[in-house]
């Protein structure tokens, strides 16, 4: 078929019909979308949940949710800021805390649904295939798929060290092994034991040591919180995995206490009725007396 040049006449334009909102701001990817949120018609109204995971300079977010007309319902989240109360200070949004970020979201929604002892996942983490099997007494293992958004589903990326954790904490996701860090895709097998470096931060602590070796300057320029807090290349391993012990000890969501804030005014404060009535009331007597005393 020949070229044929689009003519944006009125005939076009009468004809014109928007994308979705959030497809002209960039946000939605309504392709994947409607593959992970349509269900099957024989399944009626049961709930076809995802593992959500987003990442931002400063922060992993990890929600379960399932959606429905007027919008998605969000089951329960993590975020690696609550990590600092499991002793993960530092390093919020590397690929240790996505894992740990996935685990806490795991243990935490498997306790809402009463199942936390029923599946417990996997406690020997060695960075190889694991998928938790549904039990034949009970109810069967939480099962929901991973959405990665917009995310690029590279070899290693953030998103899957998420999954990887939810998956290790019981989470039934179907998953390959094909994107974890340590495949090679010429002989199509993982090397696990660079997996599990992964997951227990040791990348992190090759690079502390190579660049404090190299570059003093710019290890301590760089690595500043880690040094403030202690956490040096040998220490990595042992935190995240007393990270993962403290995880599923508690994995219940802790309100933040109400600050007690003073509002600071930049405009006067409102009287009130009755002070409006006295000041009144006030100037009226003076107004009188200083009749009075005129009058004398």
């Known amino acids: 078929m020949p070229f044929v040049k689009v003519v944006k006449n009125k005939a076009y334009f009468k004809r014109y019909q928007v994308k979705f909102r959030r497809r002209r701001e960039g946000k939605t990817d309504y392709f994947a979308r409607k593959r992970l949120v349509v269900q099957d018609k024989n399944k009626y109204n049961t709930p ?37 109360r499991y002793g993960v200070k530092v390093g919020l949004t590397n690929y ?22 029923m599946y417990e996942g996997t406690t020997d983490v060695n960075g190889d295939y694991y998928c938790v099997e549904d039990q034949d007494e ?26 990887k954790g939810a998956v290790d904490g019981g989470l039934d996701i179907p998953h390959s092994v094909k994107r974890f860090p340590g495949y090679d895709n010429e002989e199509k097998s993982l090397n696990a034991e660079v997996h599990r470096n992964h997951i227990f931060g040791k990348h992190v602590g090759d690079y502390m040591r190579h660049l404090q070796e190299e570059d003093e300057e710019a290890y301590k320029r760089q690595f500043s919180r880690f040094i403030k807090n202690g956490v040096t290349a040998d220490n990595v391993e042992a935190m995240y995995k007393k990270a993962h012990a403290a995880i599923r000890a508690d994995p219940g969501h802790k309100v933040a206490p109400k600050k007690d804030v003073k509002k600071k005014r930049w405009n006067a404060k409102k009287i009130t009725l009755a002070d ?12 009188l007396s200083q009749i009075e005393a005129q009058k004398e």
């Not at 990890?62 to 959606?67: K, L």
């Not at 240790?96 to 002892?117: E, P, V």
């Not at 409006?276 to 107004?287: D, H, I, N, S």
């Open 96 to 117: 240790a805390a996505a894992y740990c970020t996935g685990l806490l979201l795991a243990r935490r929604i498997l306790q809402k649904f009463n199942l936390d002892k």
């Open 276 to 287: 409006r009535k006295a000041k009144v009331a006030k100037a009226k007597e003076e107004f």
């Open 48 to 84: 076809k949940y995802r593992l959500i995971v987003r990442s931002s300079n400063t922060d992993i977010c990890c929600q379960i949710a399932y959606a429905r007309l007027e919008g998605d319902y969000i089951v329960s989240a993590a975020y690696s800021h609550e990590l600092p």
């Open 138 to 163: 009970g109810p069967g293992a939480f099962r929901c798929c991973l959405d990665v958004g917009l995310a690029r589903t590279s070899t290693g990326a953030k998103v899957f060290a998420a999954m």
